[in-house]
């Protein structure tokens, strides 16, 4: 039996467009406090016309997403940029680790020391991951899952290989007995490298977490800050970011969390409502549940 948590999957394996952007007055008051910053907030060129990039360290840089200025019934997101090339990624299972319990996201951080911690897919009520699940090469015990053909996968044992992926099962073909990637977990493909919605249109709205691949190759982390349909945030980055490759999509509704470690942040950036990004970025906002199984991130040494 599957867990209470996975509410945002059920139903949504599949067999609007555009509007102008508006700039309210209140976006002009706080023209100030991007400018402040203008040395460390990046042109968005690569992505998309109206976001602003905030470099946090050497491969990793964020930002506040307006996604509904572009796409109205898609709430706002948390936009993560890791550059595989200067950033490892890591799997990490609470029993692999011996853990008697899963840790909630801080505490993953803090064990861990991992530069962005993000969750992974789903899991049954015994924390049971759904799905392939590798660490360091090594296969946890999961299965894999017949319909999601999702798969992140990272830190590959040939070098010829990007160092992260996410690859989409129905056209990319993984050796489970010699994986060709050391950290892989496997959940729901979102949208493919065809521009396919590969979840359906009907199903129930979540907090959702996003993982997308660009064409520059980077691995690009999005979570809502409000519940949306996994269907509306796909045709969202299909339209709007056209840079993302190909997508898959992590456990929704309150396991949904990212977590940026605090002490990279030289500067802070307030959103029209006056919420910090470093407030949002560490979770402040919201309540946490223990995650079984948690992805991290940090610098190559």
């Not at 948590?5 to 599949?14: N, Q």
């Not at 899963?102 to 861990?112: G, L, M, V």
């Not at 190759?217 to 809502?224: A, E, N, P």
């Amino acid at each position: 039996m599957k867990r209470q948590h996975s509410e945002s999957f059920r139903g949504w394996v599949s067999v609007a467009p555009t509007t102008k952007r508006h700039h309210s007055s209140r976006w002009s008051r706080f023209r100030a406090t991007y400018l402040l910053v203008a040395a460390s907030v990046l042109p968005s060129s690569s992505i998309a016309a109206d976001i602003s990039w905030l470099q946090l360290s050497d491969g990793i840089r964020v930002s506040v997403w307006k996604a509904q200025d572009q796409c109205p019934i898609v709430p706002r997101m948390l936009v993560v940029d890791l550059d595989p090339e200067r950033i490892k990624f890591s799997v990490h299972y609470y029993a692999q680790e011996g853990l008697s319990e899963p840790h909630k996201i801080d505490q993953w951080q803090k064990r861990t020391g991992h530069h962005v911690v993000f969750n992974a897919g789903l899991f049954r009520e015994n924390f049971a991951y759904l799905g392939l699940l590798y660490k360091d090469g090594r296969p946890l015990g999961s299965r894999r899952h017949p319909s999601w053909r999702g798969l992140f996968v990272a830190e590959p044992s040939d070098s010829g290989l990007r160092k992260a992926r996410v690859l989409d099962l129905d056209s990319e073909a993984f050796d489970e007995e010699q994986p060709p990637y050391r950290e892989v977990a496997q959940a729901l493909m979102l949208l493919d490298h065809t521009g396919r919605v590969r979840v359906r249109e009907s199903g129930k709205y979540a907090y959702q977490t996003i993982v997308g691949e660009t064409m520059a190759g980077h691995i690009l982390l999005l979570k809502s800050l409000g519940a949306a349909r996994l269907y509306d945030i796909a045709q969202c980055v299909k339209d709007v970011l056209p840079t993302v490759r190909q997508a898959m999509a992590m456990d929704g509704g309150s396991s949904s969390d990212i977590r940026i470690l605090e002490s990279l942040w030289q500067k802070d950036i307030d959103t029209e409502d006056r919420t910090s990004w470093k407030s949002l970025f560490a979770g402040n906002t919201g309540s946490h549940i223990p995650l079984p199984t948690v992805i991290g991130a940090s610098p190559r040494e």
